[in-house]
């Protein structure tokens, strides 16, 4: 139903961003370029990407901020969220999206 494809590939995985992080989701899906440097829109995803419990992996992990003692692996990808944003890499985000979503899979479905 829709032409653009998802930020990952179905046939690999279980679980869309968007079924543990919808409001990233969102924003990533309707964005076909990262927000222009320096924008309103940039200062607001680069401070909610900057607060660990409004990044991708907060919203992912309810809102809070416990996964930066309690998974290691969430608490490093956070980062590398924020690095890719920075840089500026849509491709580094959609591998972020890749990673993240693979560890969900492995240690945080039940
Ligand atoms: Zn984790």
């Known amino acids: ?18 079924d543990i992080a919808p409001k990233w989701a969102k924003r990533l899906e309707e ?3 990262l927000p222009f440097p320096l924008s309103i ?10 607060i660990p419990s409004r990044c991708i992996v907060g919203e992912a992990n309810g ?20 690095h890719s944003f920075l840089v500026r890499s849509r491709s580094g985000l959609e591998k972020d999206v890749h990673m993240f979503l693979q560890h969900w899979n492995e240690k945080h479905v039940t």
């Open 1 to 18: 139903m829709n032409a653009k494809p998802d930020l990952v590939d179905p046939r690999e995985k279980a679980i869309n961003l968007s």
């Open 31 to 33: 964005e076909e370029k």
């Open 41 to 50: 829109r940039w200062f607001k995803w680069y401070f909610e990407l900057d």
């Open 63 to 82: 809102s809070s901020s416990s996964y930066e003692k309690e998974c290691k692996e969430c608490n490093s990808l956070g980062w590398q969220f924020g």
